[in-house]
């Protein structure tokens, strides 16, 4: 199938599973330096360990139960992007850190959720799952909980009705970080226990997030390696994007700014200037 986009060549980076906030300054490194003209837009896969508890760049802190997730080992951290709160286990993330003058980043958020998201639907296709993009679903402010997974917005995956894939994305001075979450097995309402909440609204939490969200397992009837789905996705992207993928690594340079960074997101707190 022809492309719309020009060609062009992306770095691979497939990763095990890392820390919160190591993997959220990995994400951001790899922009600067992108930026920097350091290295290639990049397609990156990776997991989290021990599971954490990610809140939405300008999500209220409150919105998380620390007493509960110290008490479970749950990390905490702040992403770089918006949304609401996810709770990272047993999934496969992917990141892609491009300019906002790529083609495939035109157009604002919004569109570019749609354009970016193609790789997705390819990916998903290759594993047998038949996945659309959401459309005219999104809730009144009023109505949002503090979970991610608990609607789909603007072209976000889904299958069957519910939810699969959560994204979100933050660009700021001429680029583009978006990054996103397919959960692969496992049980979606966990979550609710590491949110603050009252009792009842938690167990009203649980039932709502197993009617309207879903796992890949769920989608396709058996479980899958983290190996296997990130093959299909890099070859959805590539196919959909019109990419040469290079497998890599961080460089050095992008180790050494990972590893400023990380002393940053160790803290909820940090700020969220606008632009920044």
């Known amino acids: 199938?022809?492309?719309?986009?020009?060609?062009?060549?992306?770095?691979?980076?497939?990763?095990?599973?890392?820390?919160?906030?190591?993997?959220?300054?990995i994400d951001e490194a790899m922009l600067i330096a992108l930026v920097d003209g350091a290295s290639l837009p990049t397609l990156r896969f990776y997991g989290w360990a021990p599971p954490c508890l990610s809140l939405g760049r300008s999500q209220p802190a409150a919105d998380a139960d620390l007493p509960a997730c110290r008490a479970a080992g749950i990390d905490l951290v702040r992403r770089p992007t918006g949304g609401r709160a996810i709770l990272h286990t047993d999934e496969l993330t992917y990141s892609v850190a491009l300019l906002?003058?790529?083609?495939?980043?035109?157009?604002?958020?919004?569109?570019?959720?749609?354009?970016?998201?193609?790789?997705?639907?390819?990916?998903?296709?290759?594993?047998?799952?038949?996945?659309?993009?959401?459309?005219?679903?999104?809730?009144?402010?009023?109505?949002?909980?503090?979970?991610?997974?608990?609607?789909?917005?603007?072209?976000?995956?889904?299958?069957?009705?519910?939810?699969?894939?959560?994204?979100?994305?933050?660009?700021?001075?001429?680029?583009?970080?978006?990054?996103?979450?397919?959960?692969?097995?496992?049980?979606?309402s966990r979550i609710v226990a590491y949110l603050s909440m009252p009792g009842a609204e938690r167990e009203t939490q649980r039932r709502a997030l197993g009617a309207c969200a879903l796992t890949l397992e769920e989608a396709l009837g058996h479980a899958l390696p983290f190996a296997q789905?990130?093959?299909?996705?890099?070859?959805?992207?590539?196919?959909?994007?019109?990419?040469?993928?290079?497998?890599?690594?961080?460089?050095?340079?992008?180790?050494?700014?990972?590893?400023?960074?990380?002393?940053?997101?160790?803290?909820?707190?940090?700020?969220?200037?606008?632009?920044?």
């Open 1 to 25: 199938m022809e492309s719309d986009y020009p060609h062009a060549a992306w770095r691979l980076i497939v990763h095990g599973e890392a820390p919160g906030v190591l993997n959220m300054a």
């Open 100 to 188: 906002s003058s790529d083609p495939r980043a035109a157009g604002g958020v919004v569109e570019s959720y749609r354009r970016l998201s193609e790789g997705l639907l390819a990916g998903l296709r290759r594993l047998g799952v038949e996945a659309v993009q959401a459309r005219g679903r999104r809730k009144p402010a009023s109505d949002l909980t503090a979970i991610c997974f608990d609607t789909p917005s603007d072209y976000e995956i889904t299958a069957g009705g519910r939810k699969l894939i959560g994204s979100a994305q933050w660009r700021s001075r001429g680029r583009v970080l978006q990054h996103g979450t397919l959960p692969l097995h496992g049980d979606l």
């Open 229 to 276: 789905v990130a093959h299909a996705l890099a070859g959805g992207f590539a196919q959909a994007l019109n990419l040469t993928l290079v497998p890599g690594d961080l460089t050095d340079y992008e180790r050494a700014l990972a590893g400023d960074l990380r002393r940053r997101y160790a803290a909820l707190d940090w700020p969220a200037q606008p632009g920044s």
